[in-house]
């Protein structure tokens, strides 16, 4: 079923004898939260080398807005825990859950003295709450670009780091692994052409899959591609099929569907359908705060029931002065589409945000390949289960960044973590065909994701959206391309392949995770993970 992505092991031919060569002792990959924390806690024991396919600022974690969720104080950590595996549905690692949770504070503490400035009242961190949270513990920063704050600080901690290299706009396009142990990745960069980083340990940190659905909140580089390469590679894939789809993004033709932060329902803004009518009362208990799941399919049923193609979050009640300290980005986005969040319903509609699942790994963030490591989005630790709780992710970022950089740092000066093998030759078919336009195909499978495999899936039309994308494999996938689109093309229809596989596994609901044919949870057959690893993958490619 999955034989079009499995004819690859490599996107692109090379001979490693005549290709440029970089060395380094940790390769990461990715320059976002997770990649950034990486990257700093290697560097304690070598050489650290980060490449990122656009500007280094570019990513989700740049986008963040609402805020980063850790415990207030010691007797919170249990309740934030409680939250946590609550929203997750039966399917978090208690593990990863009580060991991210309780190193929160002091994760949140070191970025505090990097620089990072949160937004205070009294001299006292100010702390919201969102969806799913028990108590107010999300500290966010200049209102609501909590991201920006946090990259930043990385950032700039990262580039004054005297081991630390950063090498924008290189463009990953595969990991190099030989008999079971990883020895850096194949990269591009448009001046320079194809080059071998060869490396002792090698962190991928290149975020979730959001760009696979037509509508989302995530930027244009998040195109699954760690993930992907991760597949090629051999590394366990798990729980893929859990999406996280954002209630609230903005919904006006032709404008970039920028999230509308949770942390608007979390002060009181509420939803409405075009009658002005208040809805969510009628869905959960919780109404605006219930889980993002039940608020999504609740906004798609309203939809549904109103005919409209968006709902609306009304803040006017809340007092100018309030909401335009509180919420600036939000003020200004809208008002560019001359809506006054002051005096005006802000229409919106979901869209797809978080992918829960990924690389398989464990604590340490080991994926299972020697000298391979994951952390941040591209991975999964079990710590969200099958739903995230608001503003864990930047959390896990941080946290998971940290402690696969220290892993990885301590096994530099393991006997199998040697630079090399430096020969390695990989020929793939090369077949002459007609061009293909990149761009078209991408935006037909954004919206075949997103019709057949969003927020409602049911077997009927996530079989025919795997037979659609069969049949865009069928002439993508043995191409060879020499350029990011094409490469970006082929991760995206692989990852298409790999989520419907999940979702078409999961015969239940969960979590964000939403059958209709399947519409209860089956905790006899599914309190479990999916996990899937490719086939003889050391026999194929090369
Ligand atoms: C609009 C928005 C708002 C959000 N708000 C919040 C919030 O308030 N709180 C919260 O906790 N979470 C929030 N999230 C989620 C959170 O931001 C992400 O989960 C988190 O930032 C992911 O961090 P990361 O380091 O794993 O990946 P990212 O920050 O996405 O970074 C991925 C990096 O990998 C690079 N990359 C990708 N592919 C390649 C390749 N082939 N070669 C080289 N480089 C590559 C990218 O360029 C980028 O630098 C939000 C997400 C979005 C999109």
């Not at 990649?35 to 024991?45: D, F, K, P, T, V």
């Not at 990883?182 to 980083?197: E, F, R, T």
């Not at 909401?323 to 809208?334: G, K, M, Q």
Request: with cysteine; aromatic share 8%.
């Amino acid at each position: 079923m999955r034989k079009y992505i499995e004819s690859r092991r490599y996107l692109v031919s090379f001979d490693t004898s005549s290709a440029p060569h970089i060395f380094t002792d940790v390769l990461v990959i990715g320059s976002g939260v997770a990649g950034l924390r990486a990257a700093i806690a290697a560097a304690n024991y070598g050489e650290v080398l980060v490449v990122t396919k656009d500007t280094a600022r570019e990513g989700s974690t740049g986008h963040a807005q609402g805020g980063i969720a850790a415990a207030s104080d010691s007797q919170d950590v249990e309740s934030h825990i409680q939250d946590t595996l609550e929203v997750g549905c039966g399917l978090c690692n208690e593990d990863a859950v009580r060991t991210i949770i309780s190193e929160g504070p002091s994760s949140v503490q070191e970025l505090i003295d990097w620089g990072a400035k949160f937004d205070s009242e009294d001299g006292k961190p100010h702390l919201t709450r969102e969806g799913g949270h028990s108590r107010s513990r999300i500290l966010h920063a200049g209102g609501d670009a909590t991201g920006a704050e946090v990259e930043a600080a990385l950032l700039t901690e990262a580039q004054v780091h005297r081991r630390i290299h950063i090498l924008e706009n290189f463009f990953v396009v595969d990991i190099l692994n030989e008999n079971g142990v990883c020895h850096g990745a194949i990269v591009y960069n448009a001046s320079k052409g194809l080059m071998m980083v060869w490396s002792r340990q090698t962190i991928l940190a290149t975020g979730g899959t959001g760009r696979l659905f037509r509508e989302t909140t995530n930027p244009g580089v998040i195109t699954g591609d760690g993930i992907a390469m991760a597949y090629r590679a051999g590394a366990a894939l798990t729980d893929l099929e859990f999406i996280q789809f954002h209630p609230t993004t903005l919904y006006i033709a032709g404008a970039s569907r920028a999230l509308i932060s949770e942390a608007v329902r979390g002060e009181g803004g509420l939803l409405k359908n075009r009658e002005g009518k208040r809805f969510m009362d009628d869905y959960h208990p919780d109404a605006e705060l219930a889980p993002r799941d039940v608020v999504s399919r609740s906004i798609l049923q309203e939809m549904q029931r109103t005919g409209d193609t968006n709902v609306y979050l009304d803040l006017t009640h809340l007092g100018r002065e309030h909401i335009y300290e509180r919420f600036p980005f939000i003020r200004s986005l809208c008002a560019e589409f001359d809506i006054d969040i002051a005096e005006d319903m802000i229409p919106v509609r979901p869209s797809a945000h978080y992918s829960v699942g990924g690389v398989k790994i464990d604590l340490g963030g080991a994926t299972g390949i020697e000298g391979l490591y994951a952390c941040g989005e591209v991975a999964c630790t079990g710590f969200h289960g099958a739903n995230r709780l608001g503003s864990n992710s930047l959390l896990e970022g941080l946290v998971m960044g940290r402690r696969a950089g220290e892993a990885a740092g301590k096994m530099l000066h393991k006997l199998s973590a040697r630079l090399g093998p430096y020969t390695m030759v990989n020929r793939e078919q090369k077949i002459h065909h007609s061009p293909i336009d990149v761009a078209d195909v991408e935006i037909s499978l954004r919206s075949l994701m997103w019709r057949n495999a969003g927020i409602e899936r049911n077997e009927e039309a996530l079989a025919a959206a795997d037979q659609r994308a069969d049949f865009w494999c069928s002439y993508i996938m043995e191409r060879e391309f020499h350029k990011p689109a094409g490469w970006q093309l082929q991760n995206m229809l692989t990852l298409a392949k790999l989520i419907i596989y999940f979702s078409r596994q999961r015969t239940e609901s969960r979590g964000c995770h939403y059958r209709t044919d399947y519409p209860g949870r089956d905790d006899t057959n599914w309190n479990r993970h999916t996990n899937l690893v490719r086939d003889n993958v050391e026999v194929q490619g090369v």
